[in-house]
Nanobody, 128 residues
């Protein structure tokens, strides 16, 4: 089992920045694929950014150039640096982890997987 705990959400004005953190524990190891998702009220969950187990990254078109996904292996922590925030970035943000398998992929900011783990989410609210 892997436990994921997100933090760093909050309220910010448009143009501001936030950094989300996701701390992994349990049976986690650095070879996992990692990703950030978000879900706004009334909308489907969407992939924001993901990282392959080789460290390569991928972003959704809507956040490319504004968000940066990174990982600090020594702390088992995944980050999402969010700059130039917009009101449309308002959502609950979740991190996810998936071990390498034929069903795991990272493309267009979307971490696809059949079996993995989710955090409980952290709310981001951007006001205009």
């Amino acid at each position: 089992q892997v436990q994921l705990v997100e933090s760093g959400g909050g309220s910010v004005q448009a143009g501001g920045s936030l950094r989300l953190s996701c701390v992994a524990s349990g049976d986690y190891y650095s070879g996992y694929f990692m990703g950030w998702f978000r879900q706004a009220p009334g909308k489907e969950r969407e992939g924001v950014a993901c990282m392959n187990n080789d460290g390569s990254t991928s972003y959704a078109a809507s956040v490319k150039g504004r968000f940066t996904i990174s990982q600090e292996n020594a702390k088992n922590t995944l980050y999402l640096q969010m700059n130039s925030l917009k009101p449309e970035d308002t959502a609950m943000y979740y991190c996810a982890a998936a071990y390498r398998s034929p069903f795991t992929s990272c493309s267009g900011g979307y971490l696809g997987f059949r079996s993995g783990y989710w955090g409980q989410g952290t709310q981001v609210t951007v006001s205009s």
